[in-house]
């Protein structure tokens, strides 16, 4: 094998899988210290310095309104994992819930459940969430609240699965045996089961929703001004495309690298972390339309 | 899946019966084709419905009077006109001699059957002319008299404005009287139009000068950026005019470059205001509204959003509109003088804010994108401005039907209104909106007090020698209530390429410019 | 076998109505009013509220809300959607308009990602381990973590503002065609290549590929006549999946580069709240996914026999 140092950095990731966590753990500190390590105040104008190249007081220049691309860049961190985060969270919450309490007390109510989820699951995320936009109208929180409808039937499918797998185990009939009341079994015995599953498969996730609020507010239906948000800066810079390219090209790096860095933790956790189990789900996720009729998938997938 | 096949066949059908409309030997001999950008379809050009776009009705269609670019009023289809000293008919001599392009004549008959399509019907109650009429008669064979419940001292000016006033040919109307064929008496007439481009050929019976050159392309190019593109590659001759192609000042500046290309800009007839909810708590106050006023920056605006092509003004209408008022000096921006205001009203600021009595001031601004192109930006750098002072502004951007939702009710601090421009203004921006007890529709209003109805409706009531004075008592009293905040007046732009040896601006931007024209270098 | 095709069909048009009636309750649901909406395009700025009313009542929009679907889906599958709110056309117009517009964008962009998955996806299998199969894999970690606005405003940047090569909007020609496709082709294309290698690897260390190199084969021939074919179904089922998705691309594709697609109809009825339009694309949308889908199912039903056993047991 080549023993270039460019191979020698993959090996040494595919040693030691958690150095995949390092880039994304920079920008979450990031976007924790930002208010503290922004150069300027990213929304504050200065029109005696209207697109400025870098220079010594300002790192990557200035835009249109004089305001510091740097800090700008450095405070849209935090805009973008903000929101990220809110929407994975409520997501998680509302999926675990639906999804478990389908699988758990199975029968007509399990049959409505899983088909609503199902006939969310045949749009795309975006195209979803977009139509919710449509009807509530845009803004920050339309965009939050749009999102998580559009996610949650991804993590209520899961849930349901893992429900039902764990449901079968002989230690439930034990528990059961015993006399540990519905609640206590759920709590104590299925709940952590999901959530270490779901919690993996959302991590993965993380970086799809990164683009989709950078979508959003690309398309004018996100975050309002004066708000640094990667999306809305470059759409904003579109239209100096021409003579001041920076504009345009700086968000749209930055944008890229956090997904990168979200997108390299998710393959990783899908080829070696996560179960076997959970990789063949993955899989078998796109086929979303057979499994409208195949429930049976679910319990085989489960068996491998 | 989709049955398209049937609106494909009419729209095929529609082509073929409008070229079978005018005789063969309209087609003269080869000599020209000018091709004018366009944002979007022309469409039918239905005199009757709100959907064509306004720019391309005037190539085909005319007025009894056309509006001229200094505001005066300049015969067309009438050679003549009588206002009755008590202000309640209008005689029109009509022009001789005049055809449509399918070759029906022009007389008091076709003029009548013309303005009562529209004149008194419900839809159009809000052309204060069709709302007052009595009844229309005909003196002689070219000779009308409309006939008014009450004087419309704008009348005149509103028989200039795009739709409904022009006029069609008889023969163009199915059996329910719905337009079927767009033919007028204009220079031009409609050959084919589809959802790329609109085809025209010179009218050869056309009354007044006729064009230069015998072909008009109207190109649909939605794109900003490819309009500039398709002039520079010499694909289009002459793009730009806020109804016809937008040129963004950004643009117009990088085309100036070009040694290809001429940038013409001109005075607008339109202003950008920040309009202050009458309902809102929060700028009730007229020391706040003056603060606000003071805080902004109007010449930074001017420079960079509108790359200098635009005039910063502290008037309701740009100094070209008839009976616009008085030039008033723009106050240059003073963050002093505005803090001296809110605190001399009792407002205290701490922490970067304004409060007063437990109330902490925050200005809602609402805006939509879509109903004012740029205006997200234009809120964000108002944002930043007022911040210098303290204000906070909370920026609320949202949709076209939400922003019509909210207008008419007053659900919102500040919004961005633009006055209609010429030809129909000052009465059309100042009757509907405004007056406080007119229902404006979707558009709101720009302000509203009971105090300022009387004097606002004496002012429009008001005809001949002293209807300035009285427009004047109108622009004052806004000016002493710090009712509305006049922002910039953007120009008009257009740029043209080679191929144009001579362009005339068209009277206004509702206009196509076609007349005066001439190609070749 | 065709028993079981029918099946598939008969569940594939039941998706569609029941997808399409939540889609429409959500849409019926909204704020807003669109009776006013046409009132205003009807009489121009001031439009009374009797108008309003009296419209509201032609188009029966005081219906109770399952009546108002079964008439507009009854409507829609005989080819009448409506008009749109924004620009009063009809919405069958717009369409046989746009569809062609969005189809070109779609197919050109399909036949890029599957020339990039497959051509990236064997050249890092047949270099397997060395450094072009880590760039390779770099480049499509970065393909699919690239936000297509962004590959669309840099190929702009790089061949119309810099190179001057291409045509940065609109045109019509097949050159304008070329950065379209390839943005909306990134993402999907960088996805399915790693689809290709994961699974050409993992089939690569089954016995078969062994006795070929033992026959003396190398290894790209093993790779393209053994192993290409046998990773055809996952491959395929990838592919619609991604196909379907890149009608999120043209979204922004079509609003970047000013195409007057689908796509861009689909964003315009929502900046504009033209609810009428949202729902017809909603439709056209749903119909699209799942025919899709179905098509993919029912080839891979052909090629692999283990999925016809698999789903008759």
């Given at each position: 094998m080549d023993k270039s140092t460019f191979n020698k950095t993959f090996n040494a990731a595919a040693k030691w899988p958690w150095l995949v966590l390092t880039p994304v753990l920079v920008f979450i500190a990031i976007a924790i210290f930002s208010p503290w390590i922004t150069p300027y105040d990213p929304v504050v104008q200065d029109y005696s310095v209207t697109l400025e190249g870098p220079s010594a007081a300002h790192w990557l220049g200035t835009d249109y309104l004089g305001r510091d691309m740097l800090s700008r860049l450095i405070s849209g961190v935090r805009v973008s994992l903000f929101a990220m985060s809110i929407v994975l969270i409520a997501a998680l919450f509302i999926g675990v819930i639906i999804g478990s309490f389908a699988g758990y007390v199975g029968g007509k109510i399990e049959l409505v459940l899983i088909s609503i989820i199902d006939i969310v699951l045949s749009l795309p995320s975006l195209i979803f969430a977009l139509a919710i936009i449509g009807v509530i109208g845009p803004g920050y929180w339309s965009m939050i609240m749009a999102l998580t409808m559009a996610w949650w039937a991804n993590y209520a499918r899961m849930s349901r699965a893992v429900v039902i797998s764990e449901l079968h185990q002989p230690y439930i009939e034990a528990a059961r045996v015993m006399g540990s009341g519905h609640l206590h079994i759920f709590f104590r015995h299925i709940l952590p089961h999901v959530l270490s599953l779901v919690i993996v498969y959302a991590s993965a996730d993380a970086g799809a929703l990164v683009l989709a609020i950078a979508t959003l507010s690309f398309l004018g239906l996100g975050v309002e001004p004066p708000t640094p948000e990667w999306g809305q800066m470059l759409v904003d810079g579109m239209s100096y495309l021409e003579e001041y390219p920076r504009l345009v090209i700086l968000p749209g790096i930055a944008l890229t690298l956090v997904v990168v860095s979200f997108n390299l933790l998710g393959e990783q956790f899908a080829l070696q972390k996560v179960p076997r189990a959970l990789r063949g789900y993955k899989l078998k996720r796109k086929k979303r339309q057979r499994q409208l009729e195949e429930d049976i998938i679910l319990d085989g997938k489960v068996d491998q | 899946m989709i049955n398209t096949n049937r609106r494909v066949f009419i729209g095929g059908t529609t082509a073929l019966s409008l070229a079978a409309l005018f005789p063969r030997g309209l087609i003269a001999a080869e000599n020209g084709k000018l091709t004018i950008a366009i944002s979007q379809e022309t469409g039918d050009l239905d005199l009757l419905q709100n959907v064509s776009s306004l720019s391309a009705y005037s190539v085909v269609f005319d007025a009894l009077i056309h509006y001229a670019s200094d505001g005066s009023l300049v015969p067309a289809l009438a050679e003549s006109w009588t206002e009755a000293s008590d202000g309640k008919s209008i005689s029109f001599k009509l022009r001789k001699g005049v055809t449509f392009s399918d070759g029906e004549p022009f007389n008091g008959e076709t003029a009548v059957w013309n303005l009562k399509r529209w004149m008194g019907q419900p839809d159009f109650s809000w052309i204060g002319i069709s709302d007052a009429m009595k009844n229309i008669t005909i003196d002689g064979t070219h000779e009308i008299t409309i006939h008014l419940k009450q004087p419309v001292p704008a009348g005149l000016l509103e028989m200039t404005i795009v739709r409904p006033v022009r006029f069609l040919s008889p023969k163009a109307v199915d059996a329910s009287g719905k337009q079927i064929a767009p033919i007028g008496t204009g220079p031009w007439v409609v050959t084919s139009y589809d959802n790329t481009k609109t085809s025209l050929v010179r009218n050869e019976n056309y009354w007044g000068e006729k064009p230069d050159f015998n072909e008009l392309e109207l190109k649909v190019v939605p794109d900003e950026l490819a309009r500039s593109n398709g002039l520079r590659s010499g694909d289009l001759d002459v793009i730009g005019g806020e109804w016809v192609a937008p040129l963004s000042p950004r643009r117009a500046r990088s085309m100036q470059k070009n040694d290809d290309v001429t940038v013409i800009s001109a005075p607008g007839t339109a202003s950008i205001l920040l309009a202050f909810s009458p309902k809102s708590s929060m700028v009730s106050e007229q020391a706040v509204r003056e603060a606000i006023s003071l805080s902004l920056d109007r010449n930074a605006i001017v420079k960079i959003l509108f790359e200098g092509f635009a005039d910063a003004t502290a008037n309701v209408f740009p100094g070209n509109i008839p009976a616009g008022g008085k030039t008033r000096t723009v106050t240059p921006r003073d963050v002093n003088a505005a803090k001296g205001k809110m605190s001399s009203a009792g407002w205290s600021e701490s922490g970067g804010s304004w409060s007063k009595g437990g109330k902490t001031l925050e200005i809602e601004l609402l805006v939509s994108e879509e109903s004012l192109p740029g205006s997200r930006r234009l809120a964000e750098m108002i944002q930043g401005q007022l911040a210098e002072t303290g204000i906070k502004v909370a920026i609320s951007s949202v949709d076209n039907a939400t922003i019509h939702d909210r207008r008419p009710s007053f659900e919102y601090d500040m919004t961005f209104m633009v006055t209609y421009g010429a030809p129909y203004d000052p009465h059309g921006t100042l009757a509907n909106l405004f007056l406080s007890d007119v229902d404006s529709g979707p558009d709101g209003k720009i302000y509203a007090h009971t105090d300022l109805d009387p004097i606002l409706r004496t002012a429009l009531e008001t005809g001949g020698a002293a209807r300035d004075a009285k427009m004047q008592e109108v622009y004052d009293w806004l000016d002493n209530n710090a009712a509305v905040c006049p922002i910039v007046a953007p120009q008009r732009l257009w740029a043209y390429s080679s191929n144009v040896s001579k362009f005339v601006l068209s009277?206004?931007?509702?206009?196509?410019?076609?007349?005066g024209v001439k190609l070749g270098s | 076998m065709s028993k079981l095709i029918l099946r598939r069909i008969i569940l594939a048009i039941g998706l569609i109505i029941v997808a399409s009636a939540l889609t429409f309750s959500i849409i019926a649901a909204a704020p807003g009013n669109v009776a006013a909406l046409i009132a205003e395009r009807k009489a121009g700025p001031s439009a009374s509220a009797e108008l309003v009313q009296q419209i509201a009542e032609e188009l029966g929009l005081n219906d109770p809300l399952p009546m108002r679907y079964g008439r507009w889906f009854s409507d829609a599958i005989r080819g009448d959607l409506g008009d749109s709110l924004r620009t009063g056309k009809s919405i069958d117009q717009e369409f046989s308009e746009r569809i062609p517009i969005t189809a070109i964008l779609l197919g050109g962009g399909g036949i890029i990602a599957f020339v990039m998955s497959l051509g990236i996806g064997l050249l890092g299998a047949v270099s397997n381990g060395r450094t072009v199969d880590h760039l390779l894999r770099a480049f499509a970690l970065i393909g699919a973590s690239t936000p297509n606005f962004f590959v669309a405003a840099l190929l702009v940047i790089v061949f119309s503002v810099s190179l001057g090569w291409l045509p940065a909007f609109g045109g019509g020609s097949f050159v304008s065609w070329i950065m379209p496709c390839v943005t909306i082709a990134l993402f999907p294309g960088s996805v399915l290549s790693r689809v290709v290698r994961v699974n050409l690897q993992e089939i690569m260390s089954r016995p078969f590929a062994t006795t070929g190199f033992a026959k003396g084969y190398s290894r790209s021939s093993v790779l393209i006549y053994e192993a290409l074919p046998n990773i055809a179904v996952p491959y395929l089922t990838t592919f619609g999946a991604q196909f379907t998705l890149m009608i999120i691309g043209s979204i922004v594709v079509e609003t970047v580069f000013a195409l007057n697609g689908i796509g861009a109809f689909f964003i315009e009825a929502i900046r504009f709240r033209d609810f009428i339009s949202m729902q017809a694309t909603l439709l056209l949308f749903i119909v699209f996914f799942v025919f899709v889908n179905l098509f993919v199912d029912i080839v891979c039903l052909f090629i692999d026999p283990r999925i016809r056993r698999e789903t008759h047991g």
């Open positions: - | 009277a206004t931007d509702y206009d196509m410019p076609t007349n | -």
